[in-house]
């Protein structure tokens, strides 16, 4: 079984920035590619960044040049820093391993950017 956990949501001004991170339980996180999704309200979830077992990266068009997805295969932890983030960034995050038997969620942690 494996699990999910994120962190680093929270309250952020517009311009500002946020690092997430999602702590995972068991041997597969070094194997498989991992990924950042998102869903605001009403809206349907959302890819926002995948990271390979070896680093490729890969980013929505939306966040390019403002969000870096990286992992750290030693300490199980994947991680979104998030620059200059805007209102329409807000939205529950949510990190996901797909692996040829299951796919894995967290529970999400929630960004909120207001002035």
């Known amino acids: 079984q494996v699990q999910l956990v994120e962190s680093g949501g929270g309250l952020v001004q517009p311009g500002g920035s946020l690092r997430l991170s999602c702590a995972a339980s068991?041997?597969?996180?070094?194997?498989?590619?991992m990924a950042w999704y998102r869903q605001a309200p009403g809206m349907q979830r959302e890819l926002v960044a995948t990271?390979?077992?070896?680093?490729?990266?890969h980013y929505a068009d939306s966040v390019k040049g403002r969000f870096t997805i990286s992992r750290d295969n030693a300490k199980n932890t994947a991680y979104l820093q998030m620059n200059s983030l805007k209102p329409e960034d807000a939205a529950a995050y949510y990190c996901?391993?797909?692996?040829?038997?299951?796919?894995?969620w967290g529970q999400g942690t929630q960004v909120t950017v207001s002035s």
């Open positions: 068991g041997r597969i996180f070094s194997i498989y590619a």
């Open positions: 996901n391993v797909a692996t040829p038997l299951s796919t894995y």
């Open positions: 990271i390979t077992s070896s680093g490729t990266t």
